[in-house]
T-cell receptor, first 114, second 112 residues
Framework: DGGITQSPKYLFRKEGQNVTLSCEQN?????MYWYRQDPGQGLRLIYY???????QKGDIAEGYSVSREKKESFPLTVTSAQKNPTAFYLC?????????????FGPGTRLTVL | DQQVKQNSPSLSVQEGRISILNCDYT??????FLWYKKYPAEGPTFLIS?????DKNEDGRFTVFLNKSAKHLSLHIVPSQPGDSAVYFC???????????FGQGTILTVHP
């Protein structure tokens, strides 16, 4: 049963703490992505990776970091430098990063920083 | 610089009627477009896509129209059903980009 898993579904952290969001896919996809959704702002791209051991900044990378050591995993760390970390975070993957490739999304993680 | 815009935050339609969701883009390098549907607290699911070499693509009740000269695309849902009530996102992508750019989304409500 292939798909993308994100854990946990809900996450609470104190201000000033780093937190890592998990994203795993068993679709054998090369490309993976992290988005953030805020009310009225749509999906904004944080980081993306087209291949293992390589990743690029998206539109709002400041305060975030990622790694891509394995094809199936693309964890996102929300650091204390992120000014407004409370949001709904979505991970996605696609066969490759090129034209026409549909992105498949995970169920999301709602992060609340207290 | 918002390259993909969905100017209508919300749309309300009666069951059985047509829903038309609109999307405008500014980046001429986009060569394909996708529509996604999203329920609250869930990830988006893919609906339908269109290549820039086409002006129409149809899949069941869903049809996407692309007007390249106007840099405009629209999603038609006929007939609309209450289960179609969700947020709809359009997205543009290009061969050289390796990523998608999403619009802000439109909340569709279909009343029984």
């Amino acid at each position: 049963d292939g798909g993308i898993t994100q854990s946990p579904k809900y996450l609470f952290r104190k201000e000033g703490q780093n937190v890592t969001l998990s994203c795993e896919q068993n679709l054998n996809h090369d490309a993976m992505y992290w988005y953030r959704q805020d009310p009225g702002q749509g999906l904004r791209l944080i980081y993306y990776s087209q291949i293992v051991n390589d990743f690029q900044k998206g539109d709002i990378a400041e305060g975030y970091s990622v790694s891509r050591e394995k094809k199936e995993s693309f964890p996102l760390t929300v650091t204390s430098a992120q000014k407004n970390p409370t949001a709904f975070y979505l991970c996605a993957s696609s066969i490759a990063g090129g034209s026409g490739n549909e992105q498949f999304f995970g169920p999301g993680t709602r992060l609340t920083v207290l | 610089d918002q390259q993909v815009k969905q100017n209508s935050p919300s749309l309300s339609v009666q069951e059985g009627r047509i829903s038309i969701l609109n999307c405008d883009y500014t980046n001429s390098m986009f060569d394909y477009f996708l529509w996604y549907k999203k329920y609250p607290a869930e990830g988006p699911t893919f609906l339908i896509s269109i290549s820039s070499i086409k002006d129409k693509n149809e899949d069941g009740r869903f049809t996407v129209f692309l007007n390249k000269s106007a840099k405009h695309l629209s999603l038609h849902i006929v007939p609309s059903q209450p289960g179609d009530s969700a947020v709809y996102f359009c997205a543009g992508g290009g061969t050289s980009y390796g990523k998608l750019t999403f619009g802000q989304g439109t909340i569709l409500t279909v009343h029984p």
